[in-house]
C-alpha cells in the first residue's frame, strides 16, 4: 500500500571543501513511502532547481546497493535506520508522516567533505592501492577448479568480499578507524589460496596505509551494525592476528 | 609489456611516519595495530594481577593474623633460589611496566582516533558501543588516579596516622572506616569493573583470539570477571563500614612484633 507522507529535512549544506557548512531545513511534502531515501531526494532536489535554488549534492551510482557509492547520515545512524541496508535501499517506508530527518555526510578527518554530501573517499583508495588485489600472470584463463576452495573458506572470504567500500563503517566508528573496511578487503584475499602468494606483505601495507588515514579501533562494534553487507568484525581479529604473524614473517625478507 | 601504475592520490595523511624507526621487534610498537597488541598483553596482565589481588585479600576475612601471614607469604616467594622479596619486586617491576605500556599505548591511540575522528553536528545514535566501551577514556584515568591513592593509603601511608608497617588488616579498617575514603574505593572499583567489562572481551579481538565457535563465550567472560572484581572488591569497603573487619585500632601484629622483640631481650 502506498501512502504519502510529509517530512521536514534538515540538511548539511556546504558550498565547497573548504567552505563554511550548516544545516537548511526543507519541508518534503507529498513523499510515497515506495520512494527510495535516494528518490526522495531527487524529488527534493528538482523542487529546489524548479525554485531556482541550488540542488543538494549527494552520490549515488547503482542505486541496488551494490556499488558503495551513496552513504549518508540519516538520524545520526550510517545509512538510516533499516539494518544491512544502504541508503539507496533505505525506503520511504521506514518513515513517518511528520518525521524530521536529519540528513549529514560520513565524517571523518580523512573524508573531508567535497560539497553538501559528498565526501572524498580517496583514502580508502589509498589502501586498496596498498595491496587490495592479487598479482598473476595474464594469458588463457585458467581451467575452473584447478585451485580447489574448500566451501566454507569460499562462504567465509565471500562475507568479507561482501564489502562495497561505502565508508559507513568509518562514518560510524566513534574513532574514524577503517578497520572493518581494511580487514574485509584484506581477509576476502588472504582467506583463499590466490591470495596467499602476496598474504604478508598485503597485509602490513594495508594496516600501515590504513593507519596513516584513520584512527585506531577500540572494538566498539558500531562499524558491523552500520555495515550495509553485515560483515562481522571477526574479520577484523583475524586481521590484526595477520598483522602481527606478517610483521615476524616479512623482518627475515627486507635485507 | 610495462605495467601502467597510477599512484591513488588521497587527503594528506593524519598520522605521520614516526620520526626514529625503531628496530624489530620494537618497530610494532610504533604501530596502532602493534600498540593494540601491547594494550592487549599488559591489560591481559594486569588484569591477571587484579583477580589474584582480590581473592588474595579475601584473608582479610580469616583475620589480622591470616593477613599479615598471606603477606608474609608473598614476600618469602621464591626464597629457595632468590634472596628474600625479590621475586615480589621482580612481580612489581613487571607490573609497572606493564602499566605503563598500558597507559601509553593508550594516549598514543587515544590521540590518533581523535585527530582522525570528526564531530557530528546533527548529533549521532549508538547502536553496538556500551557505556563500558565508551567511558574507557574516563574509567582508565579514574582507576590510574585511584591507584595512585592506593598505594600512598595502604602501601605507603602517607595519608594514614595509624599506619602500621606490615598490618594490613589494621591499616584497611583504619583507612576504610573513614566515609569519604570508602566512597572513593567503591567509585573506583566500579570504575575498574565497568573498565574490565569491555576491556576483557576488546583484548580478544585486539590479540586476533577469534573463533566463530566460541565468540560468544568471550562476552560472559568480560560480565563474569568484572561482576567477580565489582562484587570482591566492594565487599571491602563495605565491611569495613559495617564493622565486620575492625580491629578497634589495636595493631595485632605491631603488638606481636613488640612481644618478639621483647621476649628477645629477655
Not at chain 1, 54 to 81: W, Y
Not at chain 2, 179 to 203: D, K, Q, R
Request: glycine residues 8%; hydrophobic residues 45%; charged residues 20%.
Amino acid at each position: 500500500m502506498s501512502a504519502e507522507i510529509n517530512l521536514t529535512l534538515k540538511v548539511w549544506r556546504q558550498a565547497g571543501s573548504s567552505a563554511e557548512g550548516r544545516f537548511v531545513t526543507y519541508e518534503a511534502n507529498g513523499i510515497s513511502t515506495d520512494a527510495s531515501f535516494l528518490e526522495m531526494l531527487d524529488i527534493v532536489n528538482e523542487r529546489l532547481i524548479e525554485g531556482g535554488e541550488e540542488p543538494i549534492v549527494f552520490e549515488s551510482d547503482c542505486r541496488e546497493g551494490i556499488c558503495g557509492t551513496c552513504g549518508l547520515m540519516i538520524n545520526g545512524q550510517a545509512h538510516g535506520p533499516q539494518k544491512g541496508t544502504a541508503t539507496c535501499q533505505l525506503h520511504m517506508r521506514s518513515f513517518s508522516d511528520g518525521d524530521h530527518i536529519v540528513i549529514e555526510p560520513w565524517r571523518a578527518t580523512s573524508f573531508p567533505v567535497l560539497r553538501d554530501l559528498a565526501v572524498d573517499r580517496r583514502a580508502m583508495d589509498a589502501i586498496i592501492g596498498a595491496g587490495g588485489f592479487i598479482s598473476v600472470n595474464t594469458g588463457a584463463a585458467p581451467d575452473a577448479n584447478l585451485t580447489p576452495v574448500p566451501k566454507e573458506t569460499a562462504d567465509t572470504a565471500f562475507d568479507a568480499a561482501a564489502c562495497i567500500g561505502c565508508g559507513a563503517c568509518v562514518a560510524a566508528c566513534p574513532n574514524s578507524a577503517a578497520q572493518l573496511f581494511t580487514a574485509a578487503k584484506v581477509q576476502h584475499l588472504n582467506l583463499l589460496p590466490q591470495g596467499q602468494a602476496q598474504r604478508w606483505a598485503r597485509t602490513e601495507a594495508m594496516v600501515e596505509t590504513m593507519e596513516a588515514f584513520f584512527g585506531s579501533c577500540t572494538n566498539h562494534g558500531e562499524c558491523e551494525e552500520a555495515c550495509p553487507k553485515e560483515i562481522p568484525i571477526d574479520f577484523i581479529a583475524w586481521t590484526n592476528r595477520d598483522y602481527i604473524k606478517a610483521k615476524v614473517k616479512n623482518r627475515k625478507l627486507v635485507g | 609489456m610495462a605495467q601502467a601504475i597510477t599512484r591513488v592520490s588521497a587527503p594528506p595523511p593524519v598520522r605521520s611516519e614516526p620520526k626514529i624507526k625503531l628496530p624489530w621487534p620494537l618497530s610494532i610498537y610504533q604501530t596502532a595495530v602493534g600498540k593494540k597488541w601491547v594494550m592487549g598483553l599488559t591489560g591481559a596482565a594486569l588484569l591477571g594481577f587484579i583477580v589474584v589481588h582480590m581473592i588474595g585479600n579475601l584473608h582479610l576475612y580469616e583475620g589480622p593474623l591470616e593477613i599479615h601471614e598471606y603477606a608474609e607469604t608473598l614476600r618469602d616467594l621464591g626464597t629457595k633460589l632468590l634472596p628474600r622479596t625479590w621475586l615480589l619486586w621482580i612481580m612489581r617491576i613487571g607490573l609497572i611496566v606493564a602499566f605503563a605500556l598500558h597507559i601509553h599505548s593508550a594516549y598514543s591511540l587515544s590521540r590518533m582516533s581523535i585527530a582522525a575522528d570528526q564531530r557530528y553536528p546533527g548529533g549521532r545514535n549508538y547502536i553496538a558501543a556500551n557505556f563500558a566501551s565508551r567511558t574507557m577514556r574516563w574509567t582508565g584515568p579514574i582507576i590510574g588516579l585511584y591507584l595512585f591513592y592506593h598505594l600512598a593509603d595502604l602501601t605507603w601511608g602517607w595519608f594514614n596516622p595509624d599506619f602500621v608497617r606490615g598490618d594490613p588488616y589494621h591499616n584497611v579498617s583504619e583507612s576504610l572506616s573513614s566515609i569519604p575514603v570508602a566512597i572513593l574505593y567503591i567509585v573506583a572499583n566500579t570504575a575498574l569493573a565497568v573498565h574490565i567489562f569491555h576491556g576483557t572481551w576488546s583484548m580478544f579481538q585486539s590479540l586476533g583470539v577469534n573463533s566463530p565457535r566460541y565468540n560468544h563465550l568471550r562476552r560472559y567472560l568480560a560480565a563474569g570477571l568484572a561482576g567477580i572484581i565489582l562484587v570482591g572488591n566492594l565487599s571491602f569497603p563495605i565491611f569495613v563500614q559495617a564493622g565486620v573487619i575492625d580491629d578497634n585500632g589495636r595493631s595485632i601484629v605491631e603488638e606481636l612484633q613488640h612481644g618478639a622483640a621483647e621476649g628477645e631481650d629477655h
